[in-house]
């Protein structure tokens, strides 16, 4: 049901039947061969409490909770229970992490080291720029397999604002050159245009003619004009990227370029929302272009815009001068 009717990712998948195989055990143990329909909310409750002993935080007994309800929903859907016991478990409050986002002017000399350029981009964005003529230094280890394409990652994470999983989904034809952005799918499946700007496009066209002279050398030339938009560097084929190797491109790069720790893709996906709020951007234009299906996911990053609040009160209020 998961992945016929409600498009889940594979990585959602993997994760559900993660949890509701856990929660299987647990039953096991403490039911043994007893039928599901004789499950309660106590039962769901007991093992929460099993899962809090074994140190998990209160967001991965979350995870598992939701999982658990959701495999419940479908049983008293398909007639297999009378009714879902997970609906009595209350979800563990989870605290309020702020998502920590580097600077504009951090992302931007990131970029800018990768070969980046500056100018207009698109209307708000702050990592709009011109292209550069000079040279920029390069990537070293891992993360320098392939610098254009490495460029190109940071350039559709942070200047489209698009999930790790969906820039791995990109195909050749994902991109819409003549109005200026490309297609994503996000999560459900669901499809969206998100606009390509001047570097990002600029980016990728240096990318494409490489990865064409790549795949021709490897006689994989019917893949030039199809196929998936960004390939492993080593492998001969057109061998999609995986999540975790953008993950690791760009914790790489973003360690070699002073950045924090844990920077990772979601980062530069919260950087984009944070620095286009603070911009002035709209709220919804933002959230249409993140693919939030509720827009109070998006009002998440006028919490993280903290320094704007404070600069508006010590500019206007009378007790702050």
């Known amino acids: 049901m998961l992945r016929d009717e409600r498009g889940a990712s594979e990585h959602t998948l993997r994760a559900y039947a993660r949890e509701v ?45 939701a999982a658990v309800r959701s495999w419940f929903k479908w049983l008293a859907k398909s007639g297999l229970v009378e009714s879902n016991p997970a609906r009595l478990v209350s979800t563990p409050k989870l605290p309020k992490h702020l998502p920590r986002v580097p600077s504009m002017e951090e992302l931007n000399g990131v970029l800018d080291s990768l070969g980046g350029s500056s100018g207009e981009k698109f209307a708000s964005h702050p990592s709009a720029r011109k292209p550069r003529m000079d040279g920029a230094p390069r990537d070293g280890g891992e993360a320098a397999a392939w610098p254009e394409r490495d460029r190109v990652i940071f ?4 200047g489209c604002g698009i ?28 499809e969206r245009l998100v606009p390509l700007g001047d570097a990002a496009a600029e980016a990728l066209r240096a990318y494409i003619v490489q990865r064409q002279s790549r795949l021709e050398a490897a006689g994989k030339g019917k893949f030039v004009h ?30 070699s370029r002073g950045l924090a720790a844990d920077v990772h893709p979601h ?11 603070e911009e002035g951007a709209d709220l919804r234009a933002i959230q249409e272009m993140l693919g939030h299906e509720r827009l109070s996911t998006t009002q998440r990053y006028t919490q993280l815009t903290v320094g704007q609040v404070q600069k508006v009160y010590d500019e206007t209020h009378p007790r702050a001068r």
């Open 163 to 190: 999930r790790n999983s969906e820039l791995v989904g990109l195909d050749v034809g994902s991109i819409h050159w003549s109005d200026d952005a490309i297609r994503v799918f996000g999560k459900g499946r669901k």
């Open 267 to 277: 980062t530069l996906r919260h950087a984009f929302g944070t620095h286009m709020l």
């Open 155 to 158: 350039e559709l994470l942070y």
């Open 226 to 255: 199809e196929g998936p938009l960004l390939i492993n560097a080593r492998t001969r084929g057109a061998c999609r990227l995986t999540t975790r190797s953008v993950g690791r491109i760009v914790k790489a790069i973003a360690l």
């Open 21 to 65: 195989r856990g929660f299987a055990a647990y039953l096991q143990e403490t039911l043994g061969d007893a039928d599901v329909a004789s499950v309660e909310h106590t039962h769901i409750r007991g093992y929460l409490a099993v899962l809090y002993d074994k140190g998990l935080t209160k967001a991965s007994v979350a995870r598992a909770l």
